[in-house]
């Protein structure tokens, strides 16, 4: 066999293996867009937070496909705070997994009623009942001796620094601790004692995530609220502020409802 002959037979067999790569980069893309059932996910964080916490997650959804907004909540009040995440949704091409983490639950218990939820992820978050507030939840529960919150100053809550890392985020490096807690969002006192009117989780397939190791909500009252929701529940070993210590795994929660929402 002569050298150009040899190069035409090298040709033919580079177009085939192209081809066949080609053909089953298109098979694997159109299977995985299958499986994604649901591809937008609105995040809602929460009390004494902002929207930036949730980066690791956003990266980890975002590698796979997904088309992640971040509601930035001002945290003024409940209604205020549902309203701004409507508008969110609204922006939305298509069904939404909503995610609330700890008083994000409250904001997507209420907003999540919008036609185009198609489920609900609570992250160590209140699934409030019709009638309930953080302030009835949390003062129907044993009081915590060491809680972090501060009296009402000027109509808004704070978090005492000092104990702002054993009480909020025990599980993440004392340096980044220390920066969340000078950068945190004060709560008004109309996002506490705001009531849930339609609780969307009664009409939404939903998901939680109970933080084991929480001392902002009680473990044992986060699996209340789950289960009175019928709610797929995981449990992660972590502080109330898992999603950014544990984010590969919330994510993997939030993709799960993803694939398995009506």
């Known amino acids: 066999m002569n050298q150009q002959l040899l190069k035409q037979k090298f040709s033919q067999l580079l177009r085939v293996f192209v ?35 949730w980066e690791a997650v956003y990266k980890i959804l975002k590698a796979k496909g997904y088309h992640v907004t971040i509601v930035q909540n001002p945290n003024t009040s409940l209604a205020e ?64 001796p060491n809680s972090p919150i501060l009296p009402p100053s000027n109509g808004f809550i704070w978090l005492d620094k000092a104990k702002f890392h054993s009480e909020f985020c025990a599980d993440l490096p004392i340096a980044q601790a220390a920066f969340m807690a000078d950068a945190q969002v004060p709560v008004g006192l109309g996002a506490v004692t705001g009531e849930v009117t339609n609780p969307a989780w009664k009409n939404k397939k939903s998901w939680y995530i109970v933080a084991k190791k929480d001392r902002m909500i009680p473990p044992d009252a986060e699996r209340m609220m789950a289960k009175r929701a019928d709610a797929s529940v995981t449990e992660i070993d972590a502080s109330h502020a898992l999603y950014i210590s544990h984010p590969a795994e919330v994510a993997e929660v939030i993709e799960k409802a993803a694939n398995e929402a009506n």
């Open 81 to 144: 705070d549902v309203r701004i995440t409507r508008a969110v949704l609204a922006l939305q091409d298509g069904p939404v997994i909503l995610v609330g983490h700890s008083y994000g639950g409250a904001i997507i218990t209420e907003a999540g009623d919008t036609s185009n939820v198609a489920a609900l992820v609570y992250v160590a978050a209140f699934a409030l009942d019709a009638g309930e507030s953080l302030a009835k939840l949390l003062q129907a529960g044993p009081p915590n």
């Open 19 to 53: 081809i066949a790569v080609t053909v089953s980069i298109a098979f694997l893309t159109n299977l995985n867009a299958q499986k994604m059932k649901v591809k937008n996910v609105v995040l809602v964080h929460g009390a004494w937070a902002d929207g930036s916490g």
